[in-house]
């Protein structure tokens, strides 16, 4: 039989990353002389990587001035160097949700099913979440947008069946954005939006989540579910 797959995003899936968002973009914005924007709008690009993050940010003000392409990469560039310097002076810290390691656990211990990550991090954010829970024997693989492009391209996804050999009838993507259920239907994997993160019910059924769930005991139960119906 083949193994099963279960790939996680990171910021509002498993972590409420946005604590440590909002203040490194709304940082960013304001060093370079910008609009600041609100927690609504930097919530709303959480998931993408982080170029396309800020061009969604400027596409959502009503009036502002043209940014250039250089301009776009410095706000990247401070928007990381303060997220890191924040992170090591333990200061806006992205707090791991309330029954995520024990659903994690709990997947971990079947022997059949191996768990990924897909997320618009670095691949320095994503080791500094490992190494903070002691979680990386817990996942087989990781990808992010370091190594990526960025979602909803399916290639995260594609990399993490590739790797383990796994077919796409026996991957489930769990997220919390519109930009997680598209990259799962771009990928033709089963995808279960989480009611506890950023992106509204609504938008993500809209953009081809199979299933939205509304706490980690549900998400347990309907990862097991839709493996018990497959194959």
């Known amino acids: 039989m083949q193994p099963k797959l279960v790939i996680f995003d990171l910021d509002g899936t498993l972590i409420d990353g946005a604590q440590a968002c909002i203040p490194a973009m709304q ?60 992170r090591i002076a333990n200061k806006h810290q992205s707090p791991i949700y ?12 079947n022997p059949n099913i191996l768990l990924s990550i897909a997320t618009g991090k670095s691949r320095r954010g994503v080791n500094a979440f490992l190494d903070k829970y002691e979680l990386n024997n817990l996942f087989s693989t990781s990808w992010c947008a370091t190594e990526c492009h960025s979602k909803p391209h399916p290639e995260m996804i594609d990399q993490a069946m590739n790797t383990l050999g796994i077919d796409a009838e026996n991957t489930i993507m769990v997220g919390d954005t519109e930009f997680d259920m598209q990259m799962a239907k771009n990928a033709k994997v089963h995808a279960i939006g989480v ?37």
């Open 98 to 109: 309330s029954g995520a390691l024990k659903c994690l656990a709990k997947l971990h211990a």
């Open 27 to 86: 940082h960013a914005f304001r060093t370079v002389n910008l609009p600041v924007p609100n927690a609504v709008q930097v919530k709303n690009m959480i998931g993408l990587s982080i170029t396309p993050a800020i061009y969604h940010i400027l596409s959502s003000f009503n009036d502002i001035r043209h940014v250039s392409e250089s301009e776009v990469e410095q706000i990247g560039d401070i928007y990381k160097d303060y997220f890191y310097q924040s």
């Open 195 to 231: 009611d506890w993160g950023y992106h509204s019910q609504e938008l993500m059924l809209k953009s081809g989540a199979n299933q939205i769930v509304d706490n980690f005991e549900q998400l347990t139960l309907a990862i097991f579910e839709r493996f018990k119906n497959a194959n």
